[in-house]
């Protein structure tokens, strides 16, 4: 530009400047946008050198892009100058409309801040508009929002004056220009970072889908995948081919189930408490030929952070051999190896779960008692005005409650309370009036006079002993076995037949009078004394019974040794030929 007045100079400027706009518009990434940005300034507007200084994430500016001197462009490039430093320059000596001169005569002061410069020495100048290698001048970029982008620098005019005012405009013009196109290369880089994250994230997630995929149907045990929530919660939405062998049905037919429908109905509380909370539950799901097989669940709830939960993953494992040990393992705890019948332990437990610590007795206190406690309703126990019993009912059956006696005393020091024994079950207490133990009570006497309890009867073979002695324990234990065979086959569903050890027996029967357990225990000597048949050998015992009584109030080894007793009494009562005899 030798003269701005000339308008051929001016129309070649305009042109320059247009094929520079041009090109910002055809670089591909954001750095060679701002490459093309110090080089539209070199080529078309008259300047020997341009950087880009651009704004960083935190405010600071870094040249990132220079060019006219090698030099220069390795020295500076990549360092960053403090947002003040530059804050200050911008509010420095003269505003050209957007632009911003700062003459070597103010400029001195800059010589030693941080922002990143290159300059050279140079005589003062010859006239008023000589440009001097001191002089500094700006245009500063702007984004749409006013925030600003970055700030180009240019310095020694190619001919070597300051620019006047159309060069001014044109330098103006294309930092306005320069900032569209920094932003739009920004606005693109970030979407192909957005894209390429996308891409990985979908990538990660196809992944993941195939892995679980994988995981899930090639699990060696059972997985399903449930809903939850609406009318259709519970629903199998798919399963493996593990579960689908467990149960014996394909997908397409368990499709149609929920657990719930599979589920053993003894099982059913404890399936929905474990899927509405999760967790593991062990419990019995059906096959499809109608049997049952033990599994044990432990349920995953898989939410989403915008819509909560979305369905149920559950693992499904085949507990059914653990299971039979475990039953087995139990029942020889609990069981006599030899005979099969419930050992002493299990007798011990069986008798001590219907005693409780106090004592049942009859009495017209105890009445009056009830009838405080139940306030005069006459509908509490089924009892009749005043709390006395209804028309026809023996006191005796009037048991169901206990609410009107006193409090047991407290167990002595190391002594466990009963199980039965419930602190609220008296007036007055925080639990309430009522004791819903159906308290167990003895016949006064050996005379029936109508009450039913839990008999007791204790047996002890007569004989056996020299059968041992005679014929060897094998013998001896195949007796045992007999006997245990014929008293179960005498006694009801319900009752229990126990070896307490050697050879003594214990029969609980419940429901009976003094002379229904007579009339059992002549049952079962009976059914004892016919000769047994060992290794083509026949041998006999006969058998001695004692009839006890359990009551509340009394413990499983009072009742044992009571029955105990009185079995000694009637053996001893007997010759030993009639022993023999039954």
């Not at 593990?242 to 368990?254: M, Q």
């Not at 993953?313 to 006599?336: F, P, W, Y």
């Not at 009185?566 to 022993?579: C, D, F, G, L, V």
Request: proline content about 5%; overall charge negative; some cysteine.
């Amino acid at each position: 530009m030798e003269t701005e007045s000339e308008p051929y100079v001016r129309l070649a400027t305009l042109r320059q400047l247009h094929q520079a706009v041009a090109e910002l518009n055809t670089a591909r990434s954001l750095a060679d946008t701002l490459q093309t940005v110090v080089d539209g300034i070199v080529r078309g507007l008259g300047y020997e050198l341009a950087c880009v200084n651009l704004v960083r994430p935190d405010g600071d500016l870094v040249v990132a892009a220079f060019a006219g001197d090698p030099a220069a462009e390795a020295l500076i490039t990549g360092r960053v100058g403090s947002r003040p430093a530059w804050e200050r320059r911008l509010t420095m000596g003269e505003n050209w409309d957007g632009l911003r001169f700062i003459p070597h005569t103010e400029g001195w002061v800059l010589m030693e801040d941080d922002v990143p410069q290159w300059h050279t020495d140079g005589p003062d100048p010859r006239f008023q508009d000589e440009w001097h290698p001191e002089d500094r001048l700006y245009a500063p970029m702007y984004a749409t929002g006013g925030e600003l982008l970055g700030v180009i620098s240019v310095d020694r005019p190619r001919n070597g004056r300051r620019p006047g005012a159309w060069g001014r405009e044109a330098l103006q013009m294309y930092a306005f220009q320069a900032a569209i196109a920094i932003s739009n290369a920004r606005l693109r880089a970030n979407m192909q970072r957005a894209l390429v994250r996308l891409e990985r994230e979908q990538q990660a997630l196809r992944a993941s889908e195939e892995s679980f995929r994988q995981a899930f149907e090639y699990a060696p045990s059972g997985m399903a995948i449930a809903e939850m929530g609406g009318d259709q919660h519970g629903r199998l939405l798919r399963t493996n081919d593990a579960l689908c062998r467990l149960l014996g049905r394909p997908a397409s037919v368990l499709r149609r189930y929920s657990f719930s429908d599979l589920v053993h109905p003894e099982d059913i509380g404890t399936l929905l408490r474990t899927s509405a909370e999760g967790g593991r539950a062990e419990l019995r799901l059906g096959r499809r030929d109608g049997t049952y097989v033990w599994v044990s669940l432990r349920n995953s709830v898989v939410a989403d952070a915008a819509d909560g939960p979305r369905f149920l993953l559950t693992h499904v494992e085949d507990i059914e051999e653990r299971k039979r040990h475990e039953l087995q393992l139990a029942h020889r705890a609990s069981h006599d190896s030899l005979t099969g019948l419930p050992n002493s332990a299990e007798l011990r437990s069986r008798l001590g779960a219907r005693l409780c610590r106090r004592p049942q007795s009859v009495r017209a206190g105890a009445v009056e008692a009830l009838d405080a406690a139940y306030e005069g309703r006459p509908e509490a126990g089924g009892a009749g005005e005043h709390g006395f019993p209804p028309e026809g009912q023996h006191p005796g059956q009037y048991h169901a409650y206990d609410g009107g006696f006193p409090a047991a005393p407290a167990p002595a020091p190391g002594q466990a309370a009963d199980a039965f024994d419930f602190p609220g079950a008296f007036p007055g207490s925080a639990d309430g009036p009522y004791d819903h133990h159906v308290h167990t009570v003895a016949p006064a006497t050996d005379v029936d006079d109508g009450t039913k309890g839990l008999a007791v009867l204790f047996c002890d073979l007569d004989g056996f002993k020299s059968i041992n002695d005679r014929f060897g324990h094998h013998t001896g234990d195949a007796v045992l076995i007999e006997v245990a065979r014929r008293l179960t086959t005498c006694v009801r569903d319900g009752d229990t037949v126990a070896r307490l050890g050697g050879d003594e027996f214990v029969v609980l029967a419940d429901g009976l009078g003094a002379a229904d357990a007579a009339d059992l225990a002549v049952r079962l000597r009976n059914a004892i004394i016919p000769p047994i048949r060992v290794d083509g050998r026949a041998v006999r015992v006969g058998a001695s019974f004692g009839i006890g009584w359990a009551s509340c109030g009394m413990s499983a080894d009072e009742v044992l040794r009571s029955a105990d007793q009185r079995m000694y009494i009637e053996k001893r009562s007997r010759s030993k030929a009639h022993r023999r005899a039954g």
